[in-house]
């Protein structure tokens, strides 16, 4: 008999300046490292200091696809810790607390070790802040997660600050180990040596974005430190300049988008991130990269809002925002990041579709997907081939029009300096030269249609990247959208498992949407299920508006993101009025 697949979530809580974070990073990749493929999610204060923070990891030895239901073993550093998460914890789970801070109740139906946590830092290594090293240190042995991995770990964390901080750490991570082996064990957690032998990256959604933003050939990177998107540009910051780029902390992010888009002008991949308070103030500068058809990637790692709302936690609440902003006809690309690996790839198909159409392109992730870190393969650099902007030919530089009107409404773009080639973009309607034609009404309708003109070829092409998964012809359909698909996948196996008839779409491109994978998708189920972290539904609103179907809303708006068994529960609720065929019923649940 095959040996069960390992699959553990661990949970990490405490209060913010513990450690909490570090503490969950530090398992994470040792983990990753052991050789189990890892799926994190956190969430932490959006005070400077203190307020509860939480770290997962989920590790397994198979592909993940989302960050799991219930958790295995809870780490709580404090009374919040527990009683914030305890309820999460599965039936014969394990709770393992700092005995100096709190005694919980022995009530829950889970198994308890007390570990003098703050103590035996504060005694043994002489730093009360090592106590999440210790914390560690039991858990690799006690869980039996391979001790080197951590303690090789341990040596380039705080190889920078000196010989005696590694060794205090190292002997931290031991008194650890040493209460491990004196504690009784009561579970059967055991994780030992994972099973992948390939050697696999460990990404965040952000770095994954930014490696494949550098990929896509972008050079200079423009932004204002935002949660959750400040780590773009702190990626980028220490990697351009190595390859000659180079990035711009601008004094707000309208200054961003605009030197965003004059690097465009002059010739440059550039690109800028932001989250939704920084999205918002970037409206009018969106409409001017529409009108003067300037090729540029803007990043939003949504959070909840509106105004300032939870700067740490997630939503996918910009959709409308990133479809409709601004003033005027003001078309522009759309799309989403499905999973880490999807960032790297994505981005890389956004520079493209900026590079190739001339048309700002606005790329939706999350505050749980950029922050979120997986194991992801060695990037494949062909599977993605870079695209570049059409250029004038030297017939084109003879009396060169810069807005020409051509079949497939993409005219030549020239760049600062190359003789012949010279023209006015602002954000006046034009003509085809540049020249301002403000009050030239039918050349506006023409200009408007030529910047419209360009959506038919992205359908193609978002049609291309619509994925589809689960039963082909299924009874219950669903489609998602950005950093869902991972969740809504795992639900629909959990479902099929069940034996219930269950499919899934998942487009890339949300705007202009790919209307031929999504007409053909509709047309067979009885139901169709749209999971959101949003409040109204509006992927749903925007499909309801095109199709006229009653879609079944599942949202979500607490700032987390949704857990299979959540989208799980939704498909049997569906189901069986789908197997009642109360067709009528199930379509307005």
Known sequence: MADPVIDYVFRVGGEGGEGVISTGEMLTTALAR?????????????????????????????????????????????????DKHVQDVRPGGVIVY?????????????????VPLTSLATEKVGIKLTKNIVALGFLADFFAIPSEVFTELLKEKFGRKGEMVVQKNLTAFQVGVDCARQTKKQDQIKLGVGPRKTKELVLSGNESLALGAIAAGCRIYAGYPITPATDIMEFL???????????????????????????????????????????????????????????????????????????????????????????????????????????????????????????PVVVLSDASLGHRKATVPVPDMTRVPVIERRRPS??????????????????????PGMEGGGYVAEGLEHTETGYPAASDHQNHLRST??????????????????????DPKPEIGIIGWGSTEGVIREAVEMAQAKGYSVGALHPKILYPQPLAKLKAFISGPKAIIIPEVNYTGQFATLLRKRFAYDFIQLNKCIGLPFTPKEIFDKIEEVAQHVRANTRAVAAKL
Do not use: W
């Open 98 to 114: 700092d005995a100096d801070s709190f005694t919980p109740p022995a009530s829950t139906g889970a198994v308890f070790y007390g």
């Open 237 to 359: 910051a220490r990697e351009l300049p190595k390859l000659g780029g180079f990035v711009v902390q601008t004094e707000d992010e309208i200054s961003a988008i605009g030197t965003v888009l004059g690097a465009s002008f002059a010739g440059k991949k550039a690109m800028t991130a932001t989250s939704g308070p920084g999205f918002s103030l970037m409206t009018e500068m969106l409409g001017l990269g529409v009108t003067a058809e300037l090729p540029a990637v803007i990043i939003d790692v949504q959070r909840v809002g509106p105004s300032t709302g939870m700067p740490t936690k997630t939503e996918q609440g910009d959709l409308y925002h990133a479809v409709y902003s601004g003033h005027g006809a003001c078309p522009r690309i759309v799309m989403a990041l499905t999973s880490v690996e999807d960032s790297f790839y994505g981005i890389m198909r956004a520079f493209n579709l900026a590079e190739q159409f001339q048309v």
């Open 34 to 82: 052991a050789g189990f493929e890892i799926y994190t999610f956190r969430t932490y204060p959006a005070e400077i200091k203190g307020g509860h923070a939480n770290f997962q990891v989920r590790a397994a030895g198979k592909l993940l696809l989302s960050y799991g239901d219930a958790v295995d073993v809870l780490l709580a550093f404090n009374q919040e810790a527990y």
């Open 449 to 470: 249609q030529k910047r419209y003109g360009k959506f038919p070829q992205v359908e193609v092409i978002a049609n291309d990247l619509a994925r589809t998964y689960g």
């Open 394 to 415: 030297a017939a084109d530089l003879i009396s060169y029009k810069r807005y020409r009107f051509t079949p497939d409404h993409v005219s030549p773009m020239s760049a």
